[in-house]
């Protein structure tokens, strides 16, 4: 399975609504996760089985998807929020999306 | 709380072998697999391989078969990536992350170790 992720990097503002898209080459029972990574700091795990909110994350993140096609979605986009995003399905990891500050 | 503390930063030298250690605590050691993966400057995160710490069983990426060996060690809740043959393109940060929900492999990893950073050159 390979995944692609787009945009690869998007500007925004604070405040914004970010969604970042991410497909699968094929349809599998795999669930998919999303992480988000900052320089310097190891990988935090935002959402797991495509749609659930690892604990401690806030709300303003979802994960949304099925068969090939999946979505991450921040809602009100905040300071600490600028990153990079991955998602992940079974070994394989995509390309990630930075998000970074208009 | 839940803590993954790994090895500190290696200069290793093309050829060589490289061992990093990740010690576990707050939880079960036993019933969650751990994985280790890579992120080469400017890249992206790898996926390297996987121990079930509960008698060392192990797979791997296939780029990696032949000179990736994991092992665990329950007396120290710890496990230990050892990747041999080393080039320049191995130099990266090497984290270890534990299988969030036990005795299962969904591939979703919580927590990280803090990274190790191995430099490979001459």
């Known amino acids: 399975i390979q995944l692609t992720q787009s945009p690869s990097s998007l500007s925004a503002s604070l405040g914004d609504r970010v969604t970042i898209a991410c497909r699968a080459s094929q349809s599998s029972s795999s669930y998919l996760s999303w992480y988000q990574v900052k320089p310097g700091k190891a990988p935090k795990l935002l959402i797991y089985a495509t749609s659930s909110l690892q604990s401690g994350v806030p709300s303003r993140f979802s994960g949304s998807g099925s068969g090939t096609d999946f979505t991450l979605t921040i809602t009100s986009l905040q300071p600490e929020d600028f990153a990079t995003y991955y998602c992940q399905q079974s070994y394989t990891f995509g390309p990630g999306t930075t998000v970074d500050i208009k | 709380q839940v803590q993954l503390v790994q090895s500190g930063a290696e200069v290793k030298k093309p050829g060589a072998s490289v061992k990093v250690s990740c010690k576990a605590s707050?939880?079960?050691?036993?019933?969650?697999?751990m994985h280790w993966v890579r992120q080469a400057p400017g890249q992206g995160l790898e996926w390297m391989g996987i121990?079930?710490?509960?008698?060392?069983?192990?797979s791997s990426a296939q780029k990696f078969q032949g000179r990736l060996t994991m092992t665990s060690d329950t007396s120290t809740s710890t496990v230990y990536m050892e990747l041999s043959s080393l080039t320049s393109e191995d130099t990266a940060v090497y984290y270890c992350?534990?299988?969030?929900?036990?005795?299962?492999?969904?591939?979703?990893?919580?927590?990280w170790g803090q990274g190790t950073l191995v430099t490979v050159s001459s």
């Open positions: 707050g939880y079960s050691f036993t019933r969650h697999y």
């Open positions: 121990i079930n710490p509960d008698g060392g069983s192990t």
């Open positions: 992350a534990r299988e969030f929900a036990p005795v299962s492999i969904n591939n979703w990893y919580d927590p």
